[in-house]
């Protein structure tokens, strides 16, 4: 069973394809014009056209409108919502490639992603992939994620689908969603590091390079940790944007 979606999510897809479909510089239609094609409320509209804002994708001409931004800078992406590198890249009107260099059943595991995971006993097993995403072919985030094997039937045959679907620029969540593994939130820590080697060279930065590293644990529906990831952001080609809202 799909997880629901709301229908502000549903309405920032729409207005994410529309800002790829027009291009830059381009006036969105009206709020009502979006209501109609939406059949959301202008509330609904408004609030959608705000997060998209703040994420650069979007700038308003006070009485003139709401138009698509010019995108020569970083990637912008929110920490609010679970969409995806390649749906960020995407959204951001760039063209996102994933360069796998490992995806692998792994047994020797750490203590860490053992905590993360919730794994007991010395036979636990993990899929491990460590992927390189790129926009416009510039990388810049490094990804190691690691799934507990036993929620595959055939973790072998699990990394061979995660192998082909990165090949066509799908990330592990779409992979995952095929075998009725559905991430519902996840919690995050983020720090700033030093590049460590391999990172540094597969990023294209020297080593000790400032980055930033986004760890999160992500959960099923029923609290289950199924993904812990380690992303390694090069924050001059990625900027981490968070909407804060008062309560």
Sequence with gaps: MRQRVSVTDEVEEHLRTLIRSLGPNQRLPSEVQLCEETGAGRSTIREAIRTLEKEGLLFRRQGVGTFTVVNHGPVVGGLEVLRGIPNIIRAAGQEPRIVSTSIAVIHDVSD??????????????????????????????????????????????????????????????????????????????????????PVSGLLGVRSGHPLLLLKEVHYSGQGKPVIYSRDYIESARYRCVVIRRKI
């Design 112 to 197: 860490e992603v053992r905590g993360a995971l919730g794994l007991e006993g010395d036979t636990a097993q993990v899929v491990y992939a460590r992927q390189l995403y790129l926009s416009e072919d510039v990388p810049i985030i490094l990804g190691d994620s690691f799934v507990p094997a036993r929620l595959f039937p055939d973790p072998s045959l699990f990394c061979a689908r995660l192998k082909e679907a990165s090949e066509r620029n799908l990330c592990l969540f779409d992979v995952l969603e095929r075998h009725k593994v559905h991430v519902k939130y996840a919690v995050s820590d983020v720090e700033a590091v030093a590049a460590p080697d």
